[in-house]
């Protein structure tokens, strides 16, 4: 069956330091693969996308950006955070694109 | 362009009366629509879609959603509600374009409250 891993679960990173989370899927071949941020608790707003190794699109602009190196790997940066990139990201995962789209369980960024 | 209109920010309910958590939808093609629910501090979690086929779709937890072309619904509910069914329900929709990645959009959630 197929898995998502993401980690690390929770980070506190003070302003200005780079940040790289990192999201694996196991079981499956080729999937699309998405990062989501989820800001005060309740909307959510997709960052990233990429349907193939080193095939990313961004959605909006920002101080992040992605890489997939692998075909199951997603990995979402910064080289400087802002306050304002505190919140939840979620790492997502598919195959095709009108079936079900899966998620981590998140991770958690406070900047301070 | 999609996107998803969840009108009500929370419902609460008695536990053991019947739930139901709205949706209304607008795509350009055919809908493939989804409900995720997320506990706190917690990712989401499927619990039901509609690609094709019957309008009636049933899914986890006892969960069940009706989609309505003419009135481009897709409400989800649930007989009798429990205790542990609160939580924030999401209804999305996903634009079916390849090149796109078929991206999900998402409504503005739900927080669902069941009281004993």
């Known amino acids: 069956s197929q898995t998502i891993h993401q980690w690390p679960a929770t980070l506190v990173q003070p302003v200005g330091s780079p940040l790289s989370l990192e999201c694996t899927v196991e079981?499956?071949?080729?999937?699309?693969l998405y990062w989501y941020r989820q800001a005060a608790g309740r909307g959510l707003q997709l960052l990233f996308y990429?349907?193939?190794?080193?095939?990313i699109s961004s959605e909006v602009p920002q101080n992040l950006s992605a890489s997939r190196p692998q075909d199951r790997q997603f990995i979402l940066s910064s080289k400087k955070l802002l306050l304002s990139d505190s919140g939840f990201y979620l790492c997502?995962?598919?195959?095709?694109?009108?079936?079900?789209?899966?998620f981590g369980e998140g991770s958690w960024l406070t900047v301070v | 362009a999609q996107s998803v209109a969840q009108p009500e920010d929370q419902v609460n309910v008695a536990e053991g009366n019947p739930l139901t958590v709205k949706c209304t939808y607008s795509?350009?093609?055919?809908?493939?629509l989804f409900w995720y629910v997320q506990y706190p501090n917690r990712g989401l979690q499927f619990l039901l879609k509609?690609?094709?086929?019957?309008?009636l779709v049933k899914g986890s937890y006892g969960f069940e959603a009706e989609f309505n072309k003419s009135q481009t619904s897709f409400h989800l509910k649930k007989p009798s509600a429990l205790v542990s069914d609160s939580a924030l329900y999401f209804c999305?929709?996903?634009?079916?374009?390849?090149?796109?990645?078929?991206?999900?959009?998402f409504g503005q959630g739900t927080e669902l409250s069941v009281k004993p």
């Open positions: 997502a995962w598919s195959v095709g694109v009108r079936d079900t789209i899966y």
């Open positions: 079981g499956t071949s080729n999937p699309n």
């Open positions: 990429s349907v193939g190794i080193g095939q």
């Open positions: 795509v350009s093609g055919n809908p493939y």
């Open positions: 509609y690609i094709t086929g019957d309008n």
């Open positions: 999305a929709v996903r634009d079916g374009i390849y090149n796109q990645g078929g991206k999900l959009i």
